[in-house]
Every structure is written in structure tokens, then in C-alpha cells.
């Protein structure tokens, strides 16, 4: 079992910058992937950044590739996403993802187990 608390959402102005906090605990050694994800009112939840814990390996997706950067802290198992440049169109809920499957991709939901309550992004133009 692994609990997720997310910290760092806000509302900002569009091309401010705000810096998503994932604290991970519980059974963390079985972490193979961490993602952020984020969703919309009336839109799936859509993978945005994850990244292969081992390895260090990340992954974006194409809208947020340059603005978003995704890190790892392991001593404190806790994860971050950087976001510049922030878009009205980044406004989501966005949730913190943890994978216990040794065959997960980082930026495919349906290969999560747990998740975090999700921190709100609000952008205004």
C-alpha cells in the first residue's frame, strides 16, 4: 500500500510557474513508475510527465514538452514537476501516480495503482 499527498497547486497567470510536490509512503520500494496526470472538466485524465524510477528515464507528452520537467527524490521518496509557461489550457486537477507493475509505462494511467487526491493548476489569461 502506498499513500500519495500532493502539494503545490495554485492559481497563476498565464506564463507564471508553479512546482507540484508528490510525498510518497508506505510500501516505496515497489515504485517502478511515478507520473504526474492531470484532468479537466469533461476530459480523461491524460498522462502529462511520468518517469521509470530505476532508471531515471522520463517521458513527457508532446503539449508540455519544454515547459514541464519532472524529477525524483528518493531519499525522500518525493516526486516534482516543474511547470514554466503555464497555459490557461494546463488548468486541471492534476494527480500524483505511483505504479507497483515492473511493466509500467510512465505516461499510461491504466498501469497506476495508487493515486494521490490531486492538486488544482487554475491558469488565467
Known amino acids: 500500500q502506498v499513500l500519495q499527498v500532493e502539494s503545490g497547486g495554485g492559481s497563476v497567470q498565464a506564463g507564471g510557474s508553479l512546482r507540484l510536490s508528490c510525498a510518497a509512503s508506505?510500501?516505496?520500494?515497489?515504485?517502478?513508475?511515478m507520473g504526474w496526470f492531470r484532468q479537466a472538466p469533461g476530459k480523461e485524465r491524460e498522462g502529462v510527465a511520468g518517469i521509470y524510477t530505476t532508471s531515471g528515464i522520463t517521458h513527457y507528452d508532446d503539449s508540455v514538452k519544454g515547459r514541464f520537467t519532472i524529477s525524483q527524490d528518493n531519499a525522500k521518496n518525493t516526486l516534482y514537476l516543474q511547470i514554466n509557461s503555464l497555459r490557461p489550457e494546463d488548468t486541471a486537477l492534476y494527480y500524483c501516480?505511483?505504479?507497483?507493475?515492473?511493466?509500467?509505462?510512465?505516461?499510461?494511467?491504466?498501469?497506476?495503482?495508487?493515486w494521490g487526491q490531486g492538486t488544482q493548476v487554475t491558469v488565467s489569461s
Open positions: 501516480g505511483i505504479s507497483h507493475w515492473y511493466g509500467c509505462h510512465p505516461l499510461r494511467a491504466t498501469d497506476y495503482n495508487y
Open positions: 508506505g510500501s516505496t520500494y515497489r515504485m517502478y513508475c
